[in-house]
């Protein structure tokens, strides 16, 4: 088998599960400078990739490196684009959605070394939590949790003070909301799998077994790590990331278990360690910095920008990582084919029909709904004793 490089022979990564083992050398030589040797080359794998016939470069870009072409902004990309494909001859009506569709798959590439398989993982992910969007009266009025209901005085609120006493559009901007905090729900984990699945990183696998904070080499061989970067140089040593959206994420209280988690794993394995924020632009108000700094006196903490430099490896990670979300967006949308719109107006006839064969305001029938039940299932003294005769039988 493979054998990491750059690394003692004594360090205890060797010891972990060898399918991490293996990813973790793949990913030593999983970066684009490795794969492609020219910004040229990068080029006629984009064409490729998109169908497009081979370019010829103008003389500047021959001597450009993959890296340093790749590794640009999506706006410069464009604009490059356009000059090569104007240079090539390209009619001016086709060159605006050529250079858009070429950068955009650049950008694919400099991130992943295959593109589609991303994409299309992260698609069977949304795909799954678009099944949980409302779609009927009754996913809206209660969700999975039966606690969940529809509150009625906030739809009172909103359609009031919002959408100046229009029903249709307080119900649409209840149904989008539901739908936000299940994405929201969904991002969380999605980030850490997606700046996993780029080159040169490794995601770590979610822990398994009774105790999931004591390191096992074959279960849980890095607790409190969600990426892992292999070195790629002499010099260099393995890099543990734990990763968080926001800086608000995680409670302070939590800031000392994380904090502990990652200096263990750099005092056991000799690697250097980041807690990051994806999302911010401030360390200022970040609720679990401190916590994780007293735990870990060498941990390297970041926010927005300076977190996607160190695990993207470029200068445009925030960039990368919304293509790929881009991508997959759509493609999830034309599978799922869920229509806020339509969905919409199902459910507010539905409403409407409820409210009128009741002989109910609109509101008045929500609440009702959302308030009424039978006194076993509202008051405690009942609820209990029916409880507990149910967990006799």
Request: one cysteine or more; proline letters at 4%; charged letters at 20%.
């Amino acid at each position: 088998m493979p054998q990491l490089e750059y690394l003692d022979a004594n360090n205890p990564i060797h010891r972990v599960n060898p399918q991490i083992l293996s990813k973790l050398v793949s990913a030593q030589w999983d970066l684009l400078d490795k794969e492609y040797k020219t910004g040229i080359s990068v080029i006629n794998r984009v064409c490729a990739d998109l169908g497009l016939k081979a370019l010829k470069m103008p003389s500047k870009y021959a001597s450009l490196s993959a890296q340093k072409f790749a590794n640009q902004n999506f706006s410069s990309l464009n604009s490059v684009f356009r000059e090569i494909l104007e240079f090539n001859g390209i009619a001016s009506t086709a060159i605006v959605t050529q250079a858009f569709q070429m950068a955009f798959r650049s950008q694919l590439l400099l991130a992943f070394h295959d593109p589609d398989t991303a994409v299309n993982a992260v698609k069977t992910k949304i795909v799954s939590v678009i099944n949980d969007f409302p779609r009927s009266m009754a996913d809206l009025e209660c969700g999975r949790n039966k606690g969940d209901v529809l509150d009625p005085y906030i739809l009172a609120a909103a359609q009031i003070l919002l959408f100046c006493g229009e029903f249709s559009l307080a119900i649409n901007s209840v149904i989008s909301h539901k739908a936000i905090m299940i994405i929201e729900g969904l991002m969380g984990h999605l980030h850490e799998d997606v700046i996993g699945m780029m080159r040169g990183n490794v995601r770590v696998p979610e822990p398994r077994g009774e105790d999931q904070e004591k390191i096992d080499y074959i279960s849980n061989p890095f607790p409190g790590a969600d990426m892992l970067q292999p070195p790629t140089k002499p010099g260099q040593r393995l890099r543990f990331h734990q990763i968080k959206s926001k800086t608000g994420s995680a409670k302070g209280g939590d800031g000392k278990r994380l904090g502990q988690q990652l200096a263990f794993l750099q005092d056991h394995y000799h690697g250097d360690i980041y807690y990051h924020a994806l999302i911010g632009n401030t360390l200022r108000g970040h609720r679990s910095k401190t916590g994780v700094e007293k735990a870990a006196p060498n941990v390297i903490v970041l926010v927005g920008d300076a977190s996607f430099k160190e695990l993207t490896r470029t200068v445009v990670g925030p960039e990368l990582l919304l293509r790929l979300y881009q991508a997959s967006f759509m493609e999830a949308s034309k599978e799922s084919g869920y229509n806020l719109d339509t969905i919409s107006k199902s459910i507010i006839k539905a409403f409407v029909d409820r409210a009128g064969k009741e002989g109910e305001s609109f509101l008045e029938n929500i609440l009702y709904h959302a308030t009424s039940g039978p006194v076993e299932e509202q008051d405690n003294r009942v609820f209990n004793k029916i409880g507990h005769r149910a967990r006799a039988k």
